[in-house]
């Protein structure tokens, strides 16, 4: 399986059964899965939709939107329950406008999730863990 690294942005190969155990980065040795939400700018976004062997989840933001900062703390709790299932981005609509237009983006919070770099799940809206959850279970 593929894993990016969120620091370097290398792409590190880890067979699937040593998911769990703390894979780091061939290149700068930072931990692969730390169970993190990761913030990600362009860049970052495309590589780890394009690369990840697993399913992204990411959270279309912005800080002046009162629902997403209520559904944060929910999103990163969640990243930190299911490390090693799925990755969680975080995407600034107002620091990464160009992405918020390709994924047509219209109100926030708005959740996508990716698997082999395609949108297999989208949502809009703040969501209560458990609604969250449910939403990402049947693409892991």
Sequence with gaps: MNLVCSTCMGVNRVPDERI???PKCGKC???LINGNVIEANQA???KFV???????V???WA???GPC?????????LAQEMKGKCIFLKVDTESEQELATRFAIRSIPSLK???????VADTAGALPKAQLKGFIAPHI
């Design 113 to 119: 999730l990716f698997k082999g770099g395609k949108v």
């Design 58 to 60: 990411v959270d279309f």
């Design 20 to 22: 769990v155990d703390n």
């Design 50 to 56: 394009a690369n990840s062997g697993l399913p992204v």
């Design 44 to 46: 970052l976004f495309n």
């Design 63 to 65: 800080t002046w939107c």
């Design 69 to 77: 900062q209520a559904m944060a703390p929910v999103f990163s709790q």
């Design 29 to 31: 040795k930072e931990l």
